[in-house]
């Protein structure tokens, strides 16, 4: 009762949290023009590769082209945004994906594209030759409650969920002590929900002041494969160890079984 009531708590305690969300400002002049837009992310290895390693805007400065960035993840806006740009542009769906910049009634769309439009000026010419198109507002996405249901369903299928399900049904099958499920499901369950609920609001909404954490995402990658490779380590042995004493365990049954049929 008392694990219930601590779940319970941190739960209500993240609701009371997430009421008093105050929304960043962001400062823009007015009176800037810009002759390019582009859309970028935070968490984008290709987008920090194109800024730091390629120094496309640095290149597009000194061919004077200027390019208003607008990165996703500084305000909630800027992905509706980015949606009416890429309805106005007609951008196709294997190419909706940051980096992309917008000029003239063109795009172009990732890291190789973007600077053989720099090299070849092509983004300047349009630039100067071409209005920027009036940006239209995107209809309302056509999600309905039947791709929720499907996405959940897929959701339920995921490696995670079935790791669960193996765990609860051998909690079931194997356990005595069937009461301890409760506990078990109960700290699943409210896990998920926080986690889901702290990605979807407080952390999705504040994670950009944590610009510094963006080099975590050329190490996160490679950890999780060196935590992997450790667990399938440790697993491949598991196995063979298994897989040995399994060997001779038949092997000393059938002695057994050679003994009492010859009666020796």
Request: net charge negative; charged share 15%; aromatic share 14%.
């Given at each position: 009762?008392?694990k219930?009531?601590?779940?319970?708590?941190?739960?209500?305690?993240?609701l009371g949290?997430s009421?008093f969300q105050?929304s960043?400002l962001?400062s823009?002049a007015?009176?800037?023009?810009?002759?390019?837009v582009y859309?970028?992310?935070?968490?984008c290895?290709?987008c920090?590769n194109?800024?730091?390693?390629?120094?496309?805007f640095e290149?597009l400065e000194?061919q004077?082209?200027m390019?208003?960035k607008?990165i996703?993840?500084e305000?909630?806006d800027?992905?509706s945004?980015?949606?009416?740009?890429q309805f106005t542009?007609?951008v196709?769906?294997?190419?909706?994906?940051?980096?992309?910049?917008?000029?003239g009634?063109?795009?172009f769309?990732?890291?190789t594209d973007i600077?053989?439009?720099i090299d070849?000026f092509?983004?300047?010419?349009i630039?100067q030759?071409?209005?920027?198109?009036e940006i239209?507002?995107?209809p309302p996405s056509d999600?309905?409650?039947v791709y929720?249901i499907?996405?959940?369903?897929?959701?339920?299928?995921?490696?995670?969920?079935?790791?669960?399900l193996l765990l609860f049904?051998?909690?079931l099958?194997?356990?005595?002590?069937?009461?301890?499920?409760?506990?078990v499901?109960?700290t699943f369950?409210?896990?998920?929900f926080?986690?889901?609920?702290l990605?979807?609001t407080i952390?999705?909404q504040y994670l950009y002041?944590?610009r510094?954490?963006?080099?975590l995402v050329?190490t996160?990658?490679?950890i999780?494969?060196?935590?992997?490779?450790?667990l399938f380590?440790?697993?491949f042995?598991?196995?063979?160890?298994?897989?040995?004493k399994?060997?001779?365990?038949?092997?000393?049954s059938?002695?057994?079984?050679?003994?009492s049929?010859?009666?020796k």
């Amino acid at each position: 009762m008392k694990k219930i009531t601590y779940v319970l708590t941190i739960i209500l305690s993240i609701l009371g949290l997430s009421a008093f969300q105050v929304s960043p400002l962001n400062s823009i002049a007015a009176d800037e023009t810009y002759d390019a837009v582009y859309f970028g992310s935070l968490y984008c290895t290709i987008c920090q590769n194109l800024e730091t390693e390629d120094l496309a805007f640095e290149r597009l400065e000194a061919q004077g082209v200027m390019v208003q960035k607008i990165i996703l993840e500084e305000d909630s806006d800027n992905t509706s945004l980015f949606r009416n740009y890429q309805f106005t542009f007609d951008v196709s769906s294997n190419e909706s994906m940051v980096p992309i910049i917008f000029v003239g009634d063109r795009y172009f769309a990732g890291r190789t594209d973007i600077n053989n439009a720099i090299d070849s000026f092509e983004i300047r010419d349009i630039a100067q030759s071409t209005q920027m198109l009036e940006i239209m507002v995107a209809p309302p996405s056509d999600f309905s409650l039947v791709y929720f249901i499907l996405l959940g369903f897929v959701d339920g299928v995921n490696p995670c969920a079935i790791a669960m399900l193996l765990l609860f049904i051998s909690l079931l099958g194997f356990t005595k002590k069937k009461s301890i499920l409760i506990p078990v499901a109960l700290t699943f369950i409210s896990a998920i929900f926080i986690s889901y609920f702290l990605f979807g609001t407080i952390l999705y909404q504040y994670l950009y002041q944590l610009r510094f954490l963006s080099f975590l995402v050329k190490t996160i990658p490679w950890i999780i494969v060196g935590i992997s490779g450790i667990l399938f380590l440790l697993n491949f042995y598991d196995f063979i160890v298994t897989c040995f004493k399994n060997i001779i365990l038949l092997k000393t049954s059938f002695q057994e079984g050679f003994k009492s049929s010859t009666g020796k």
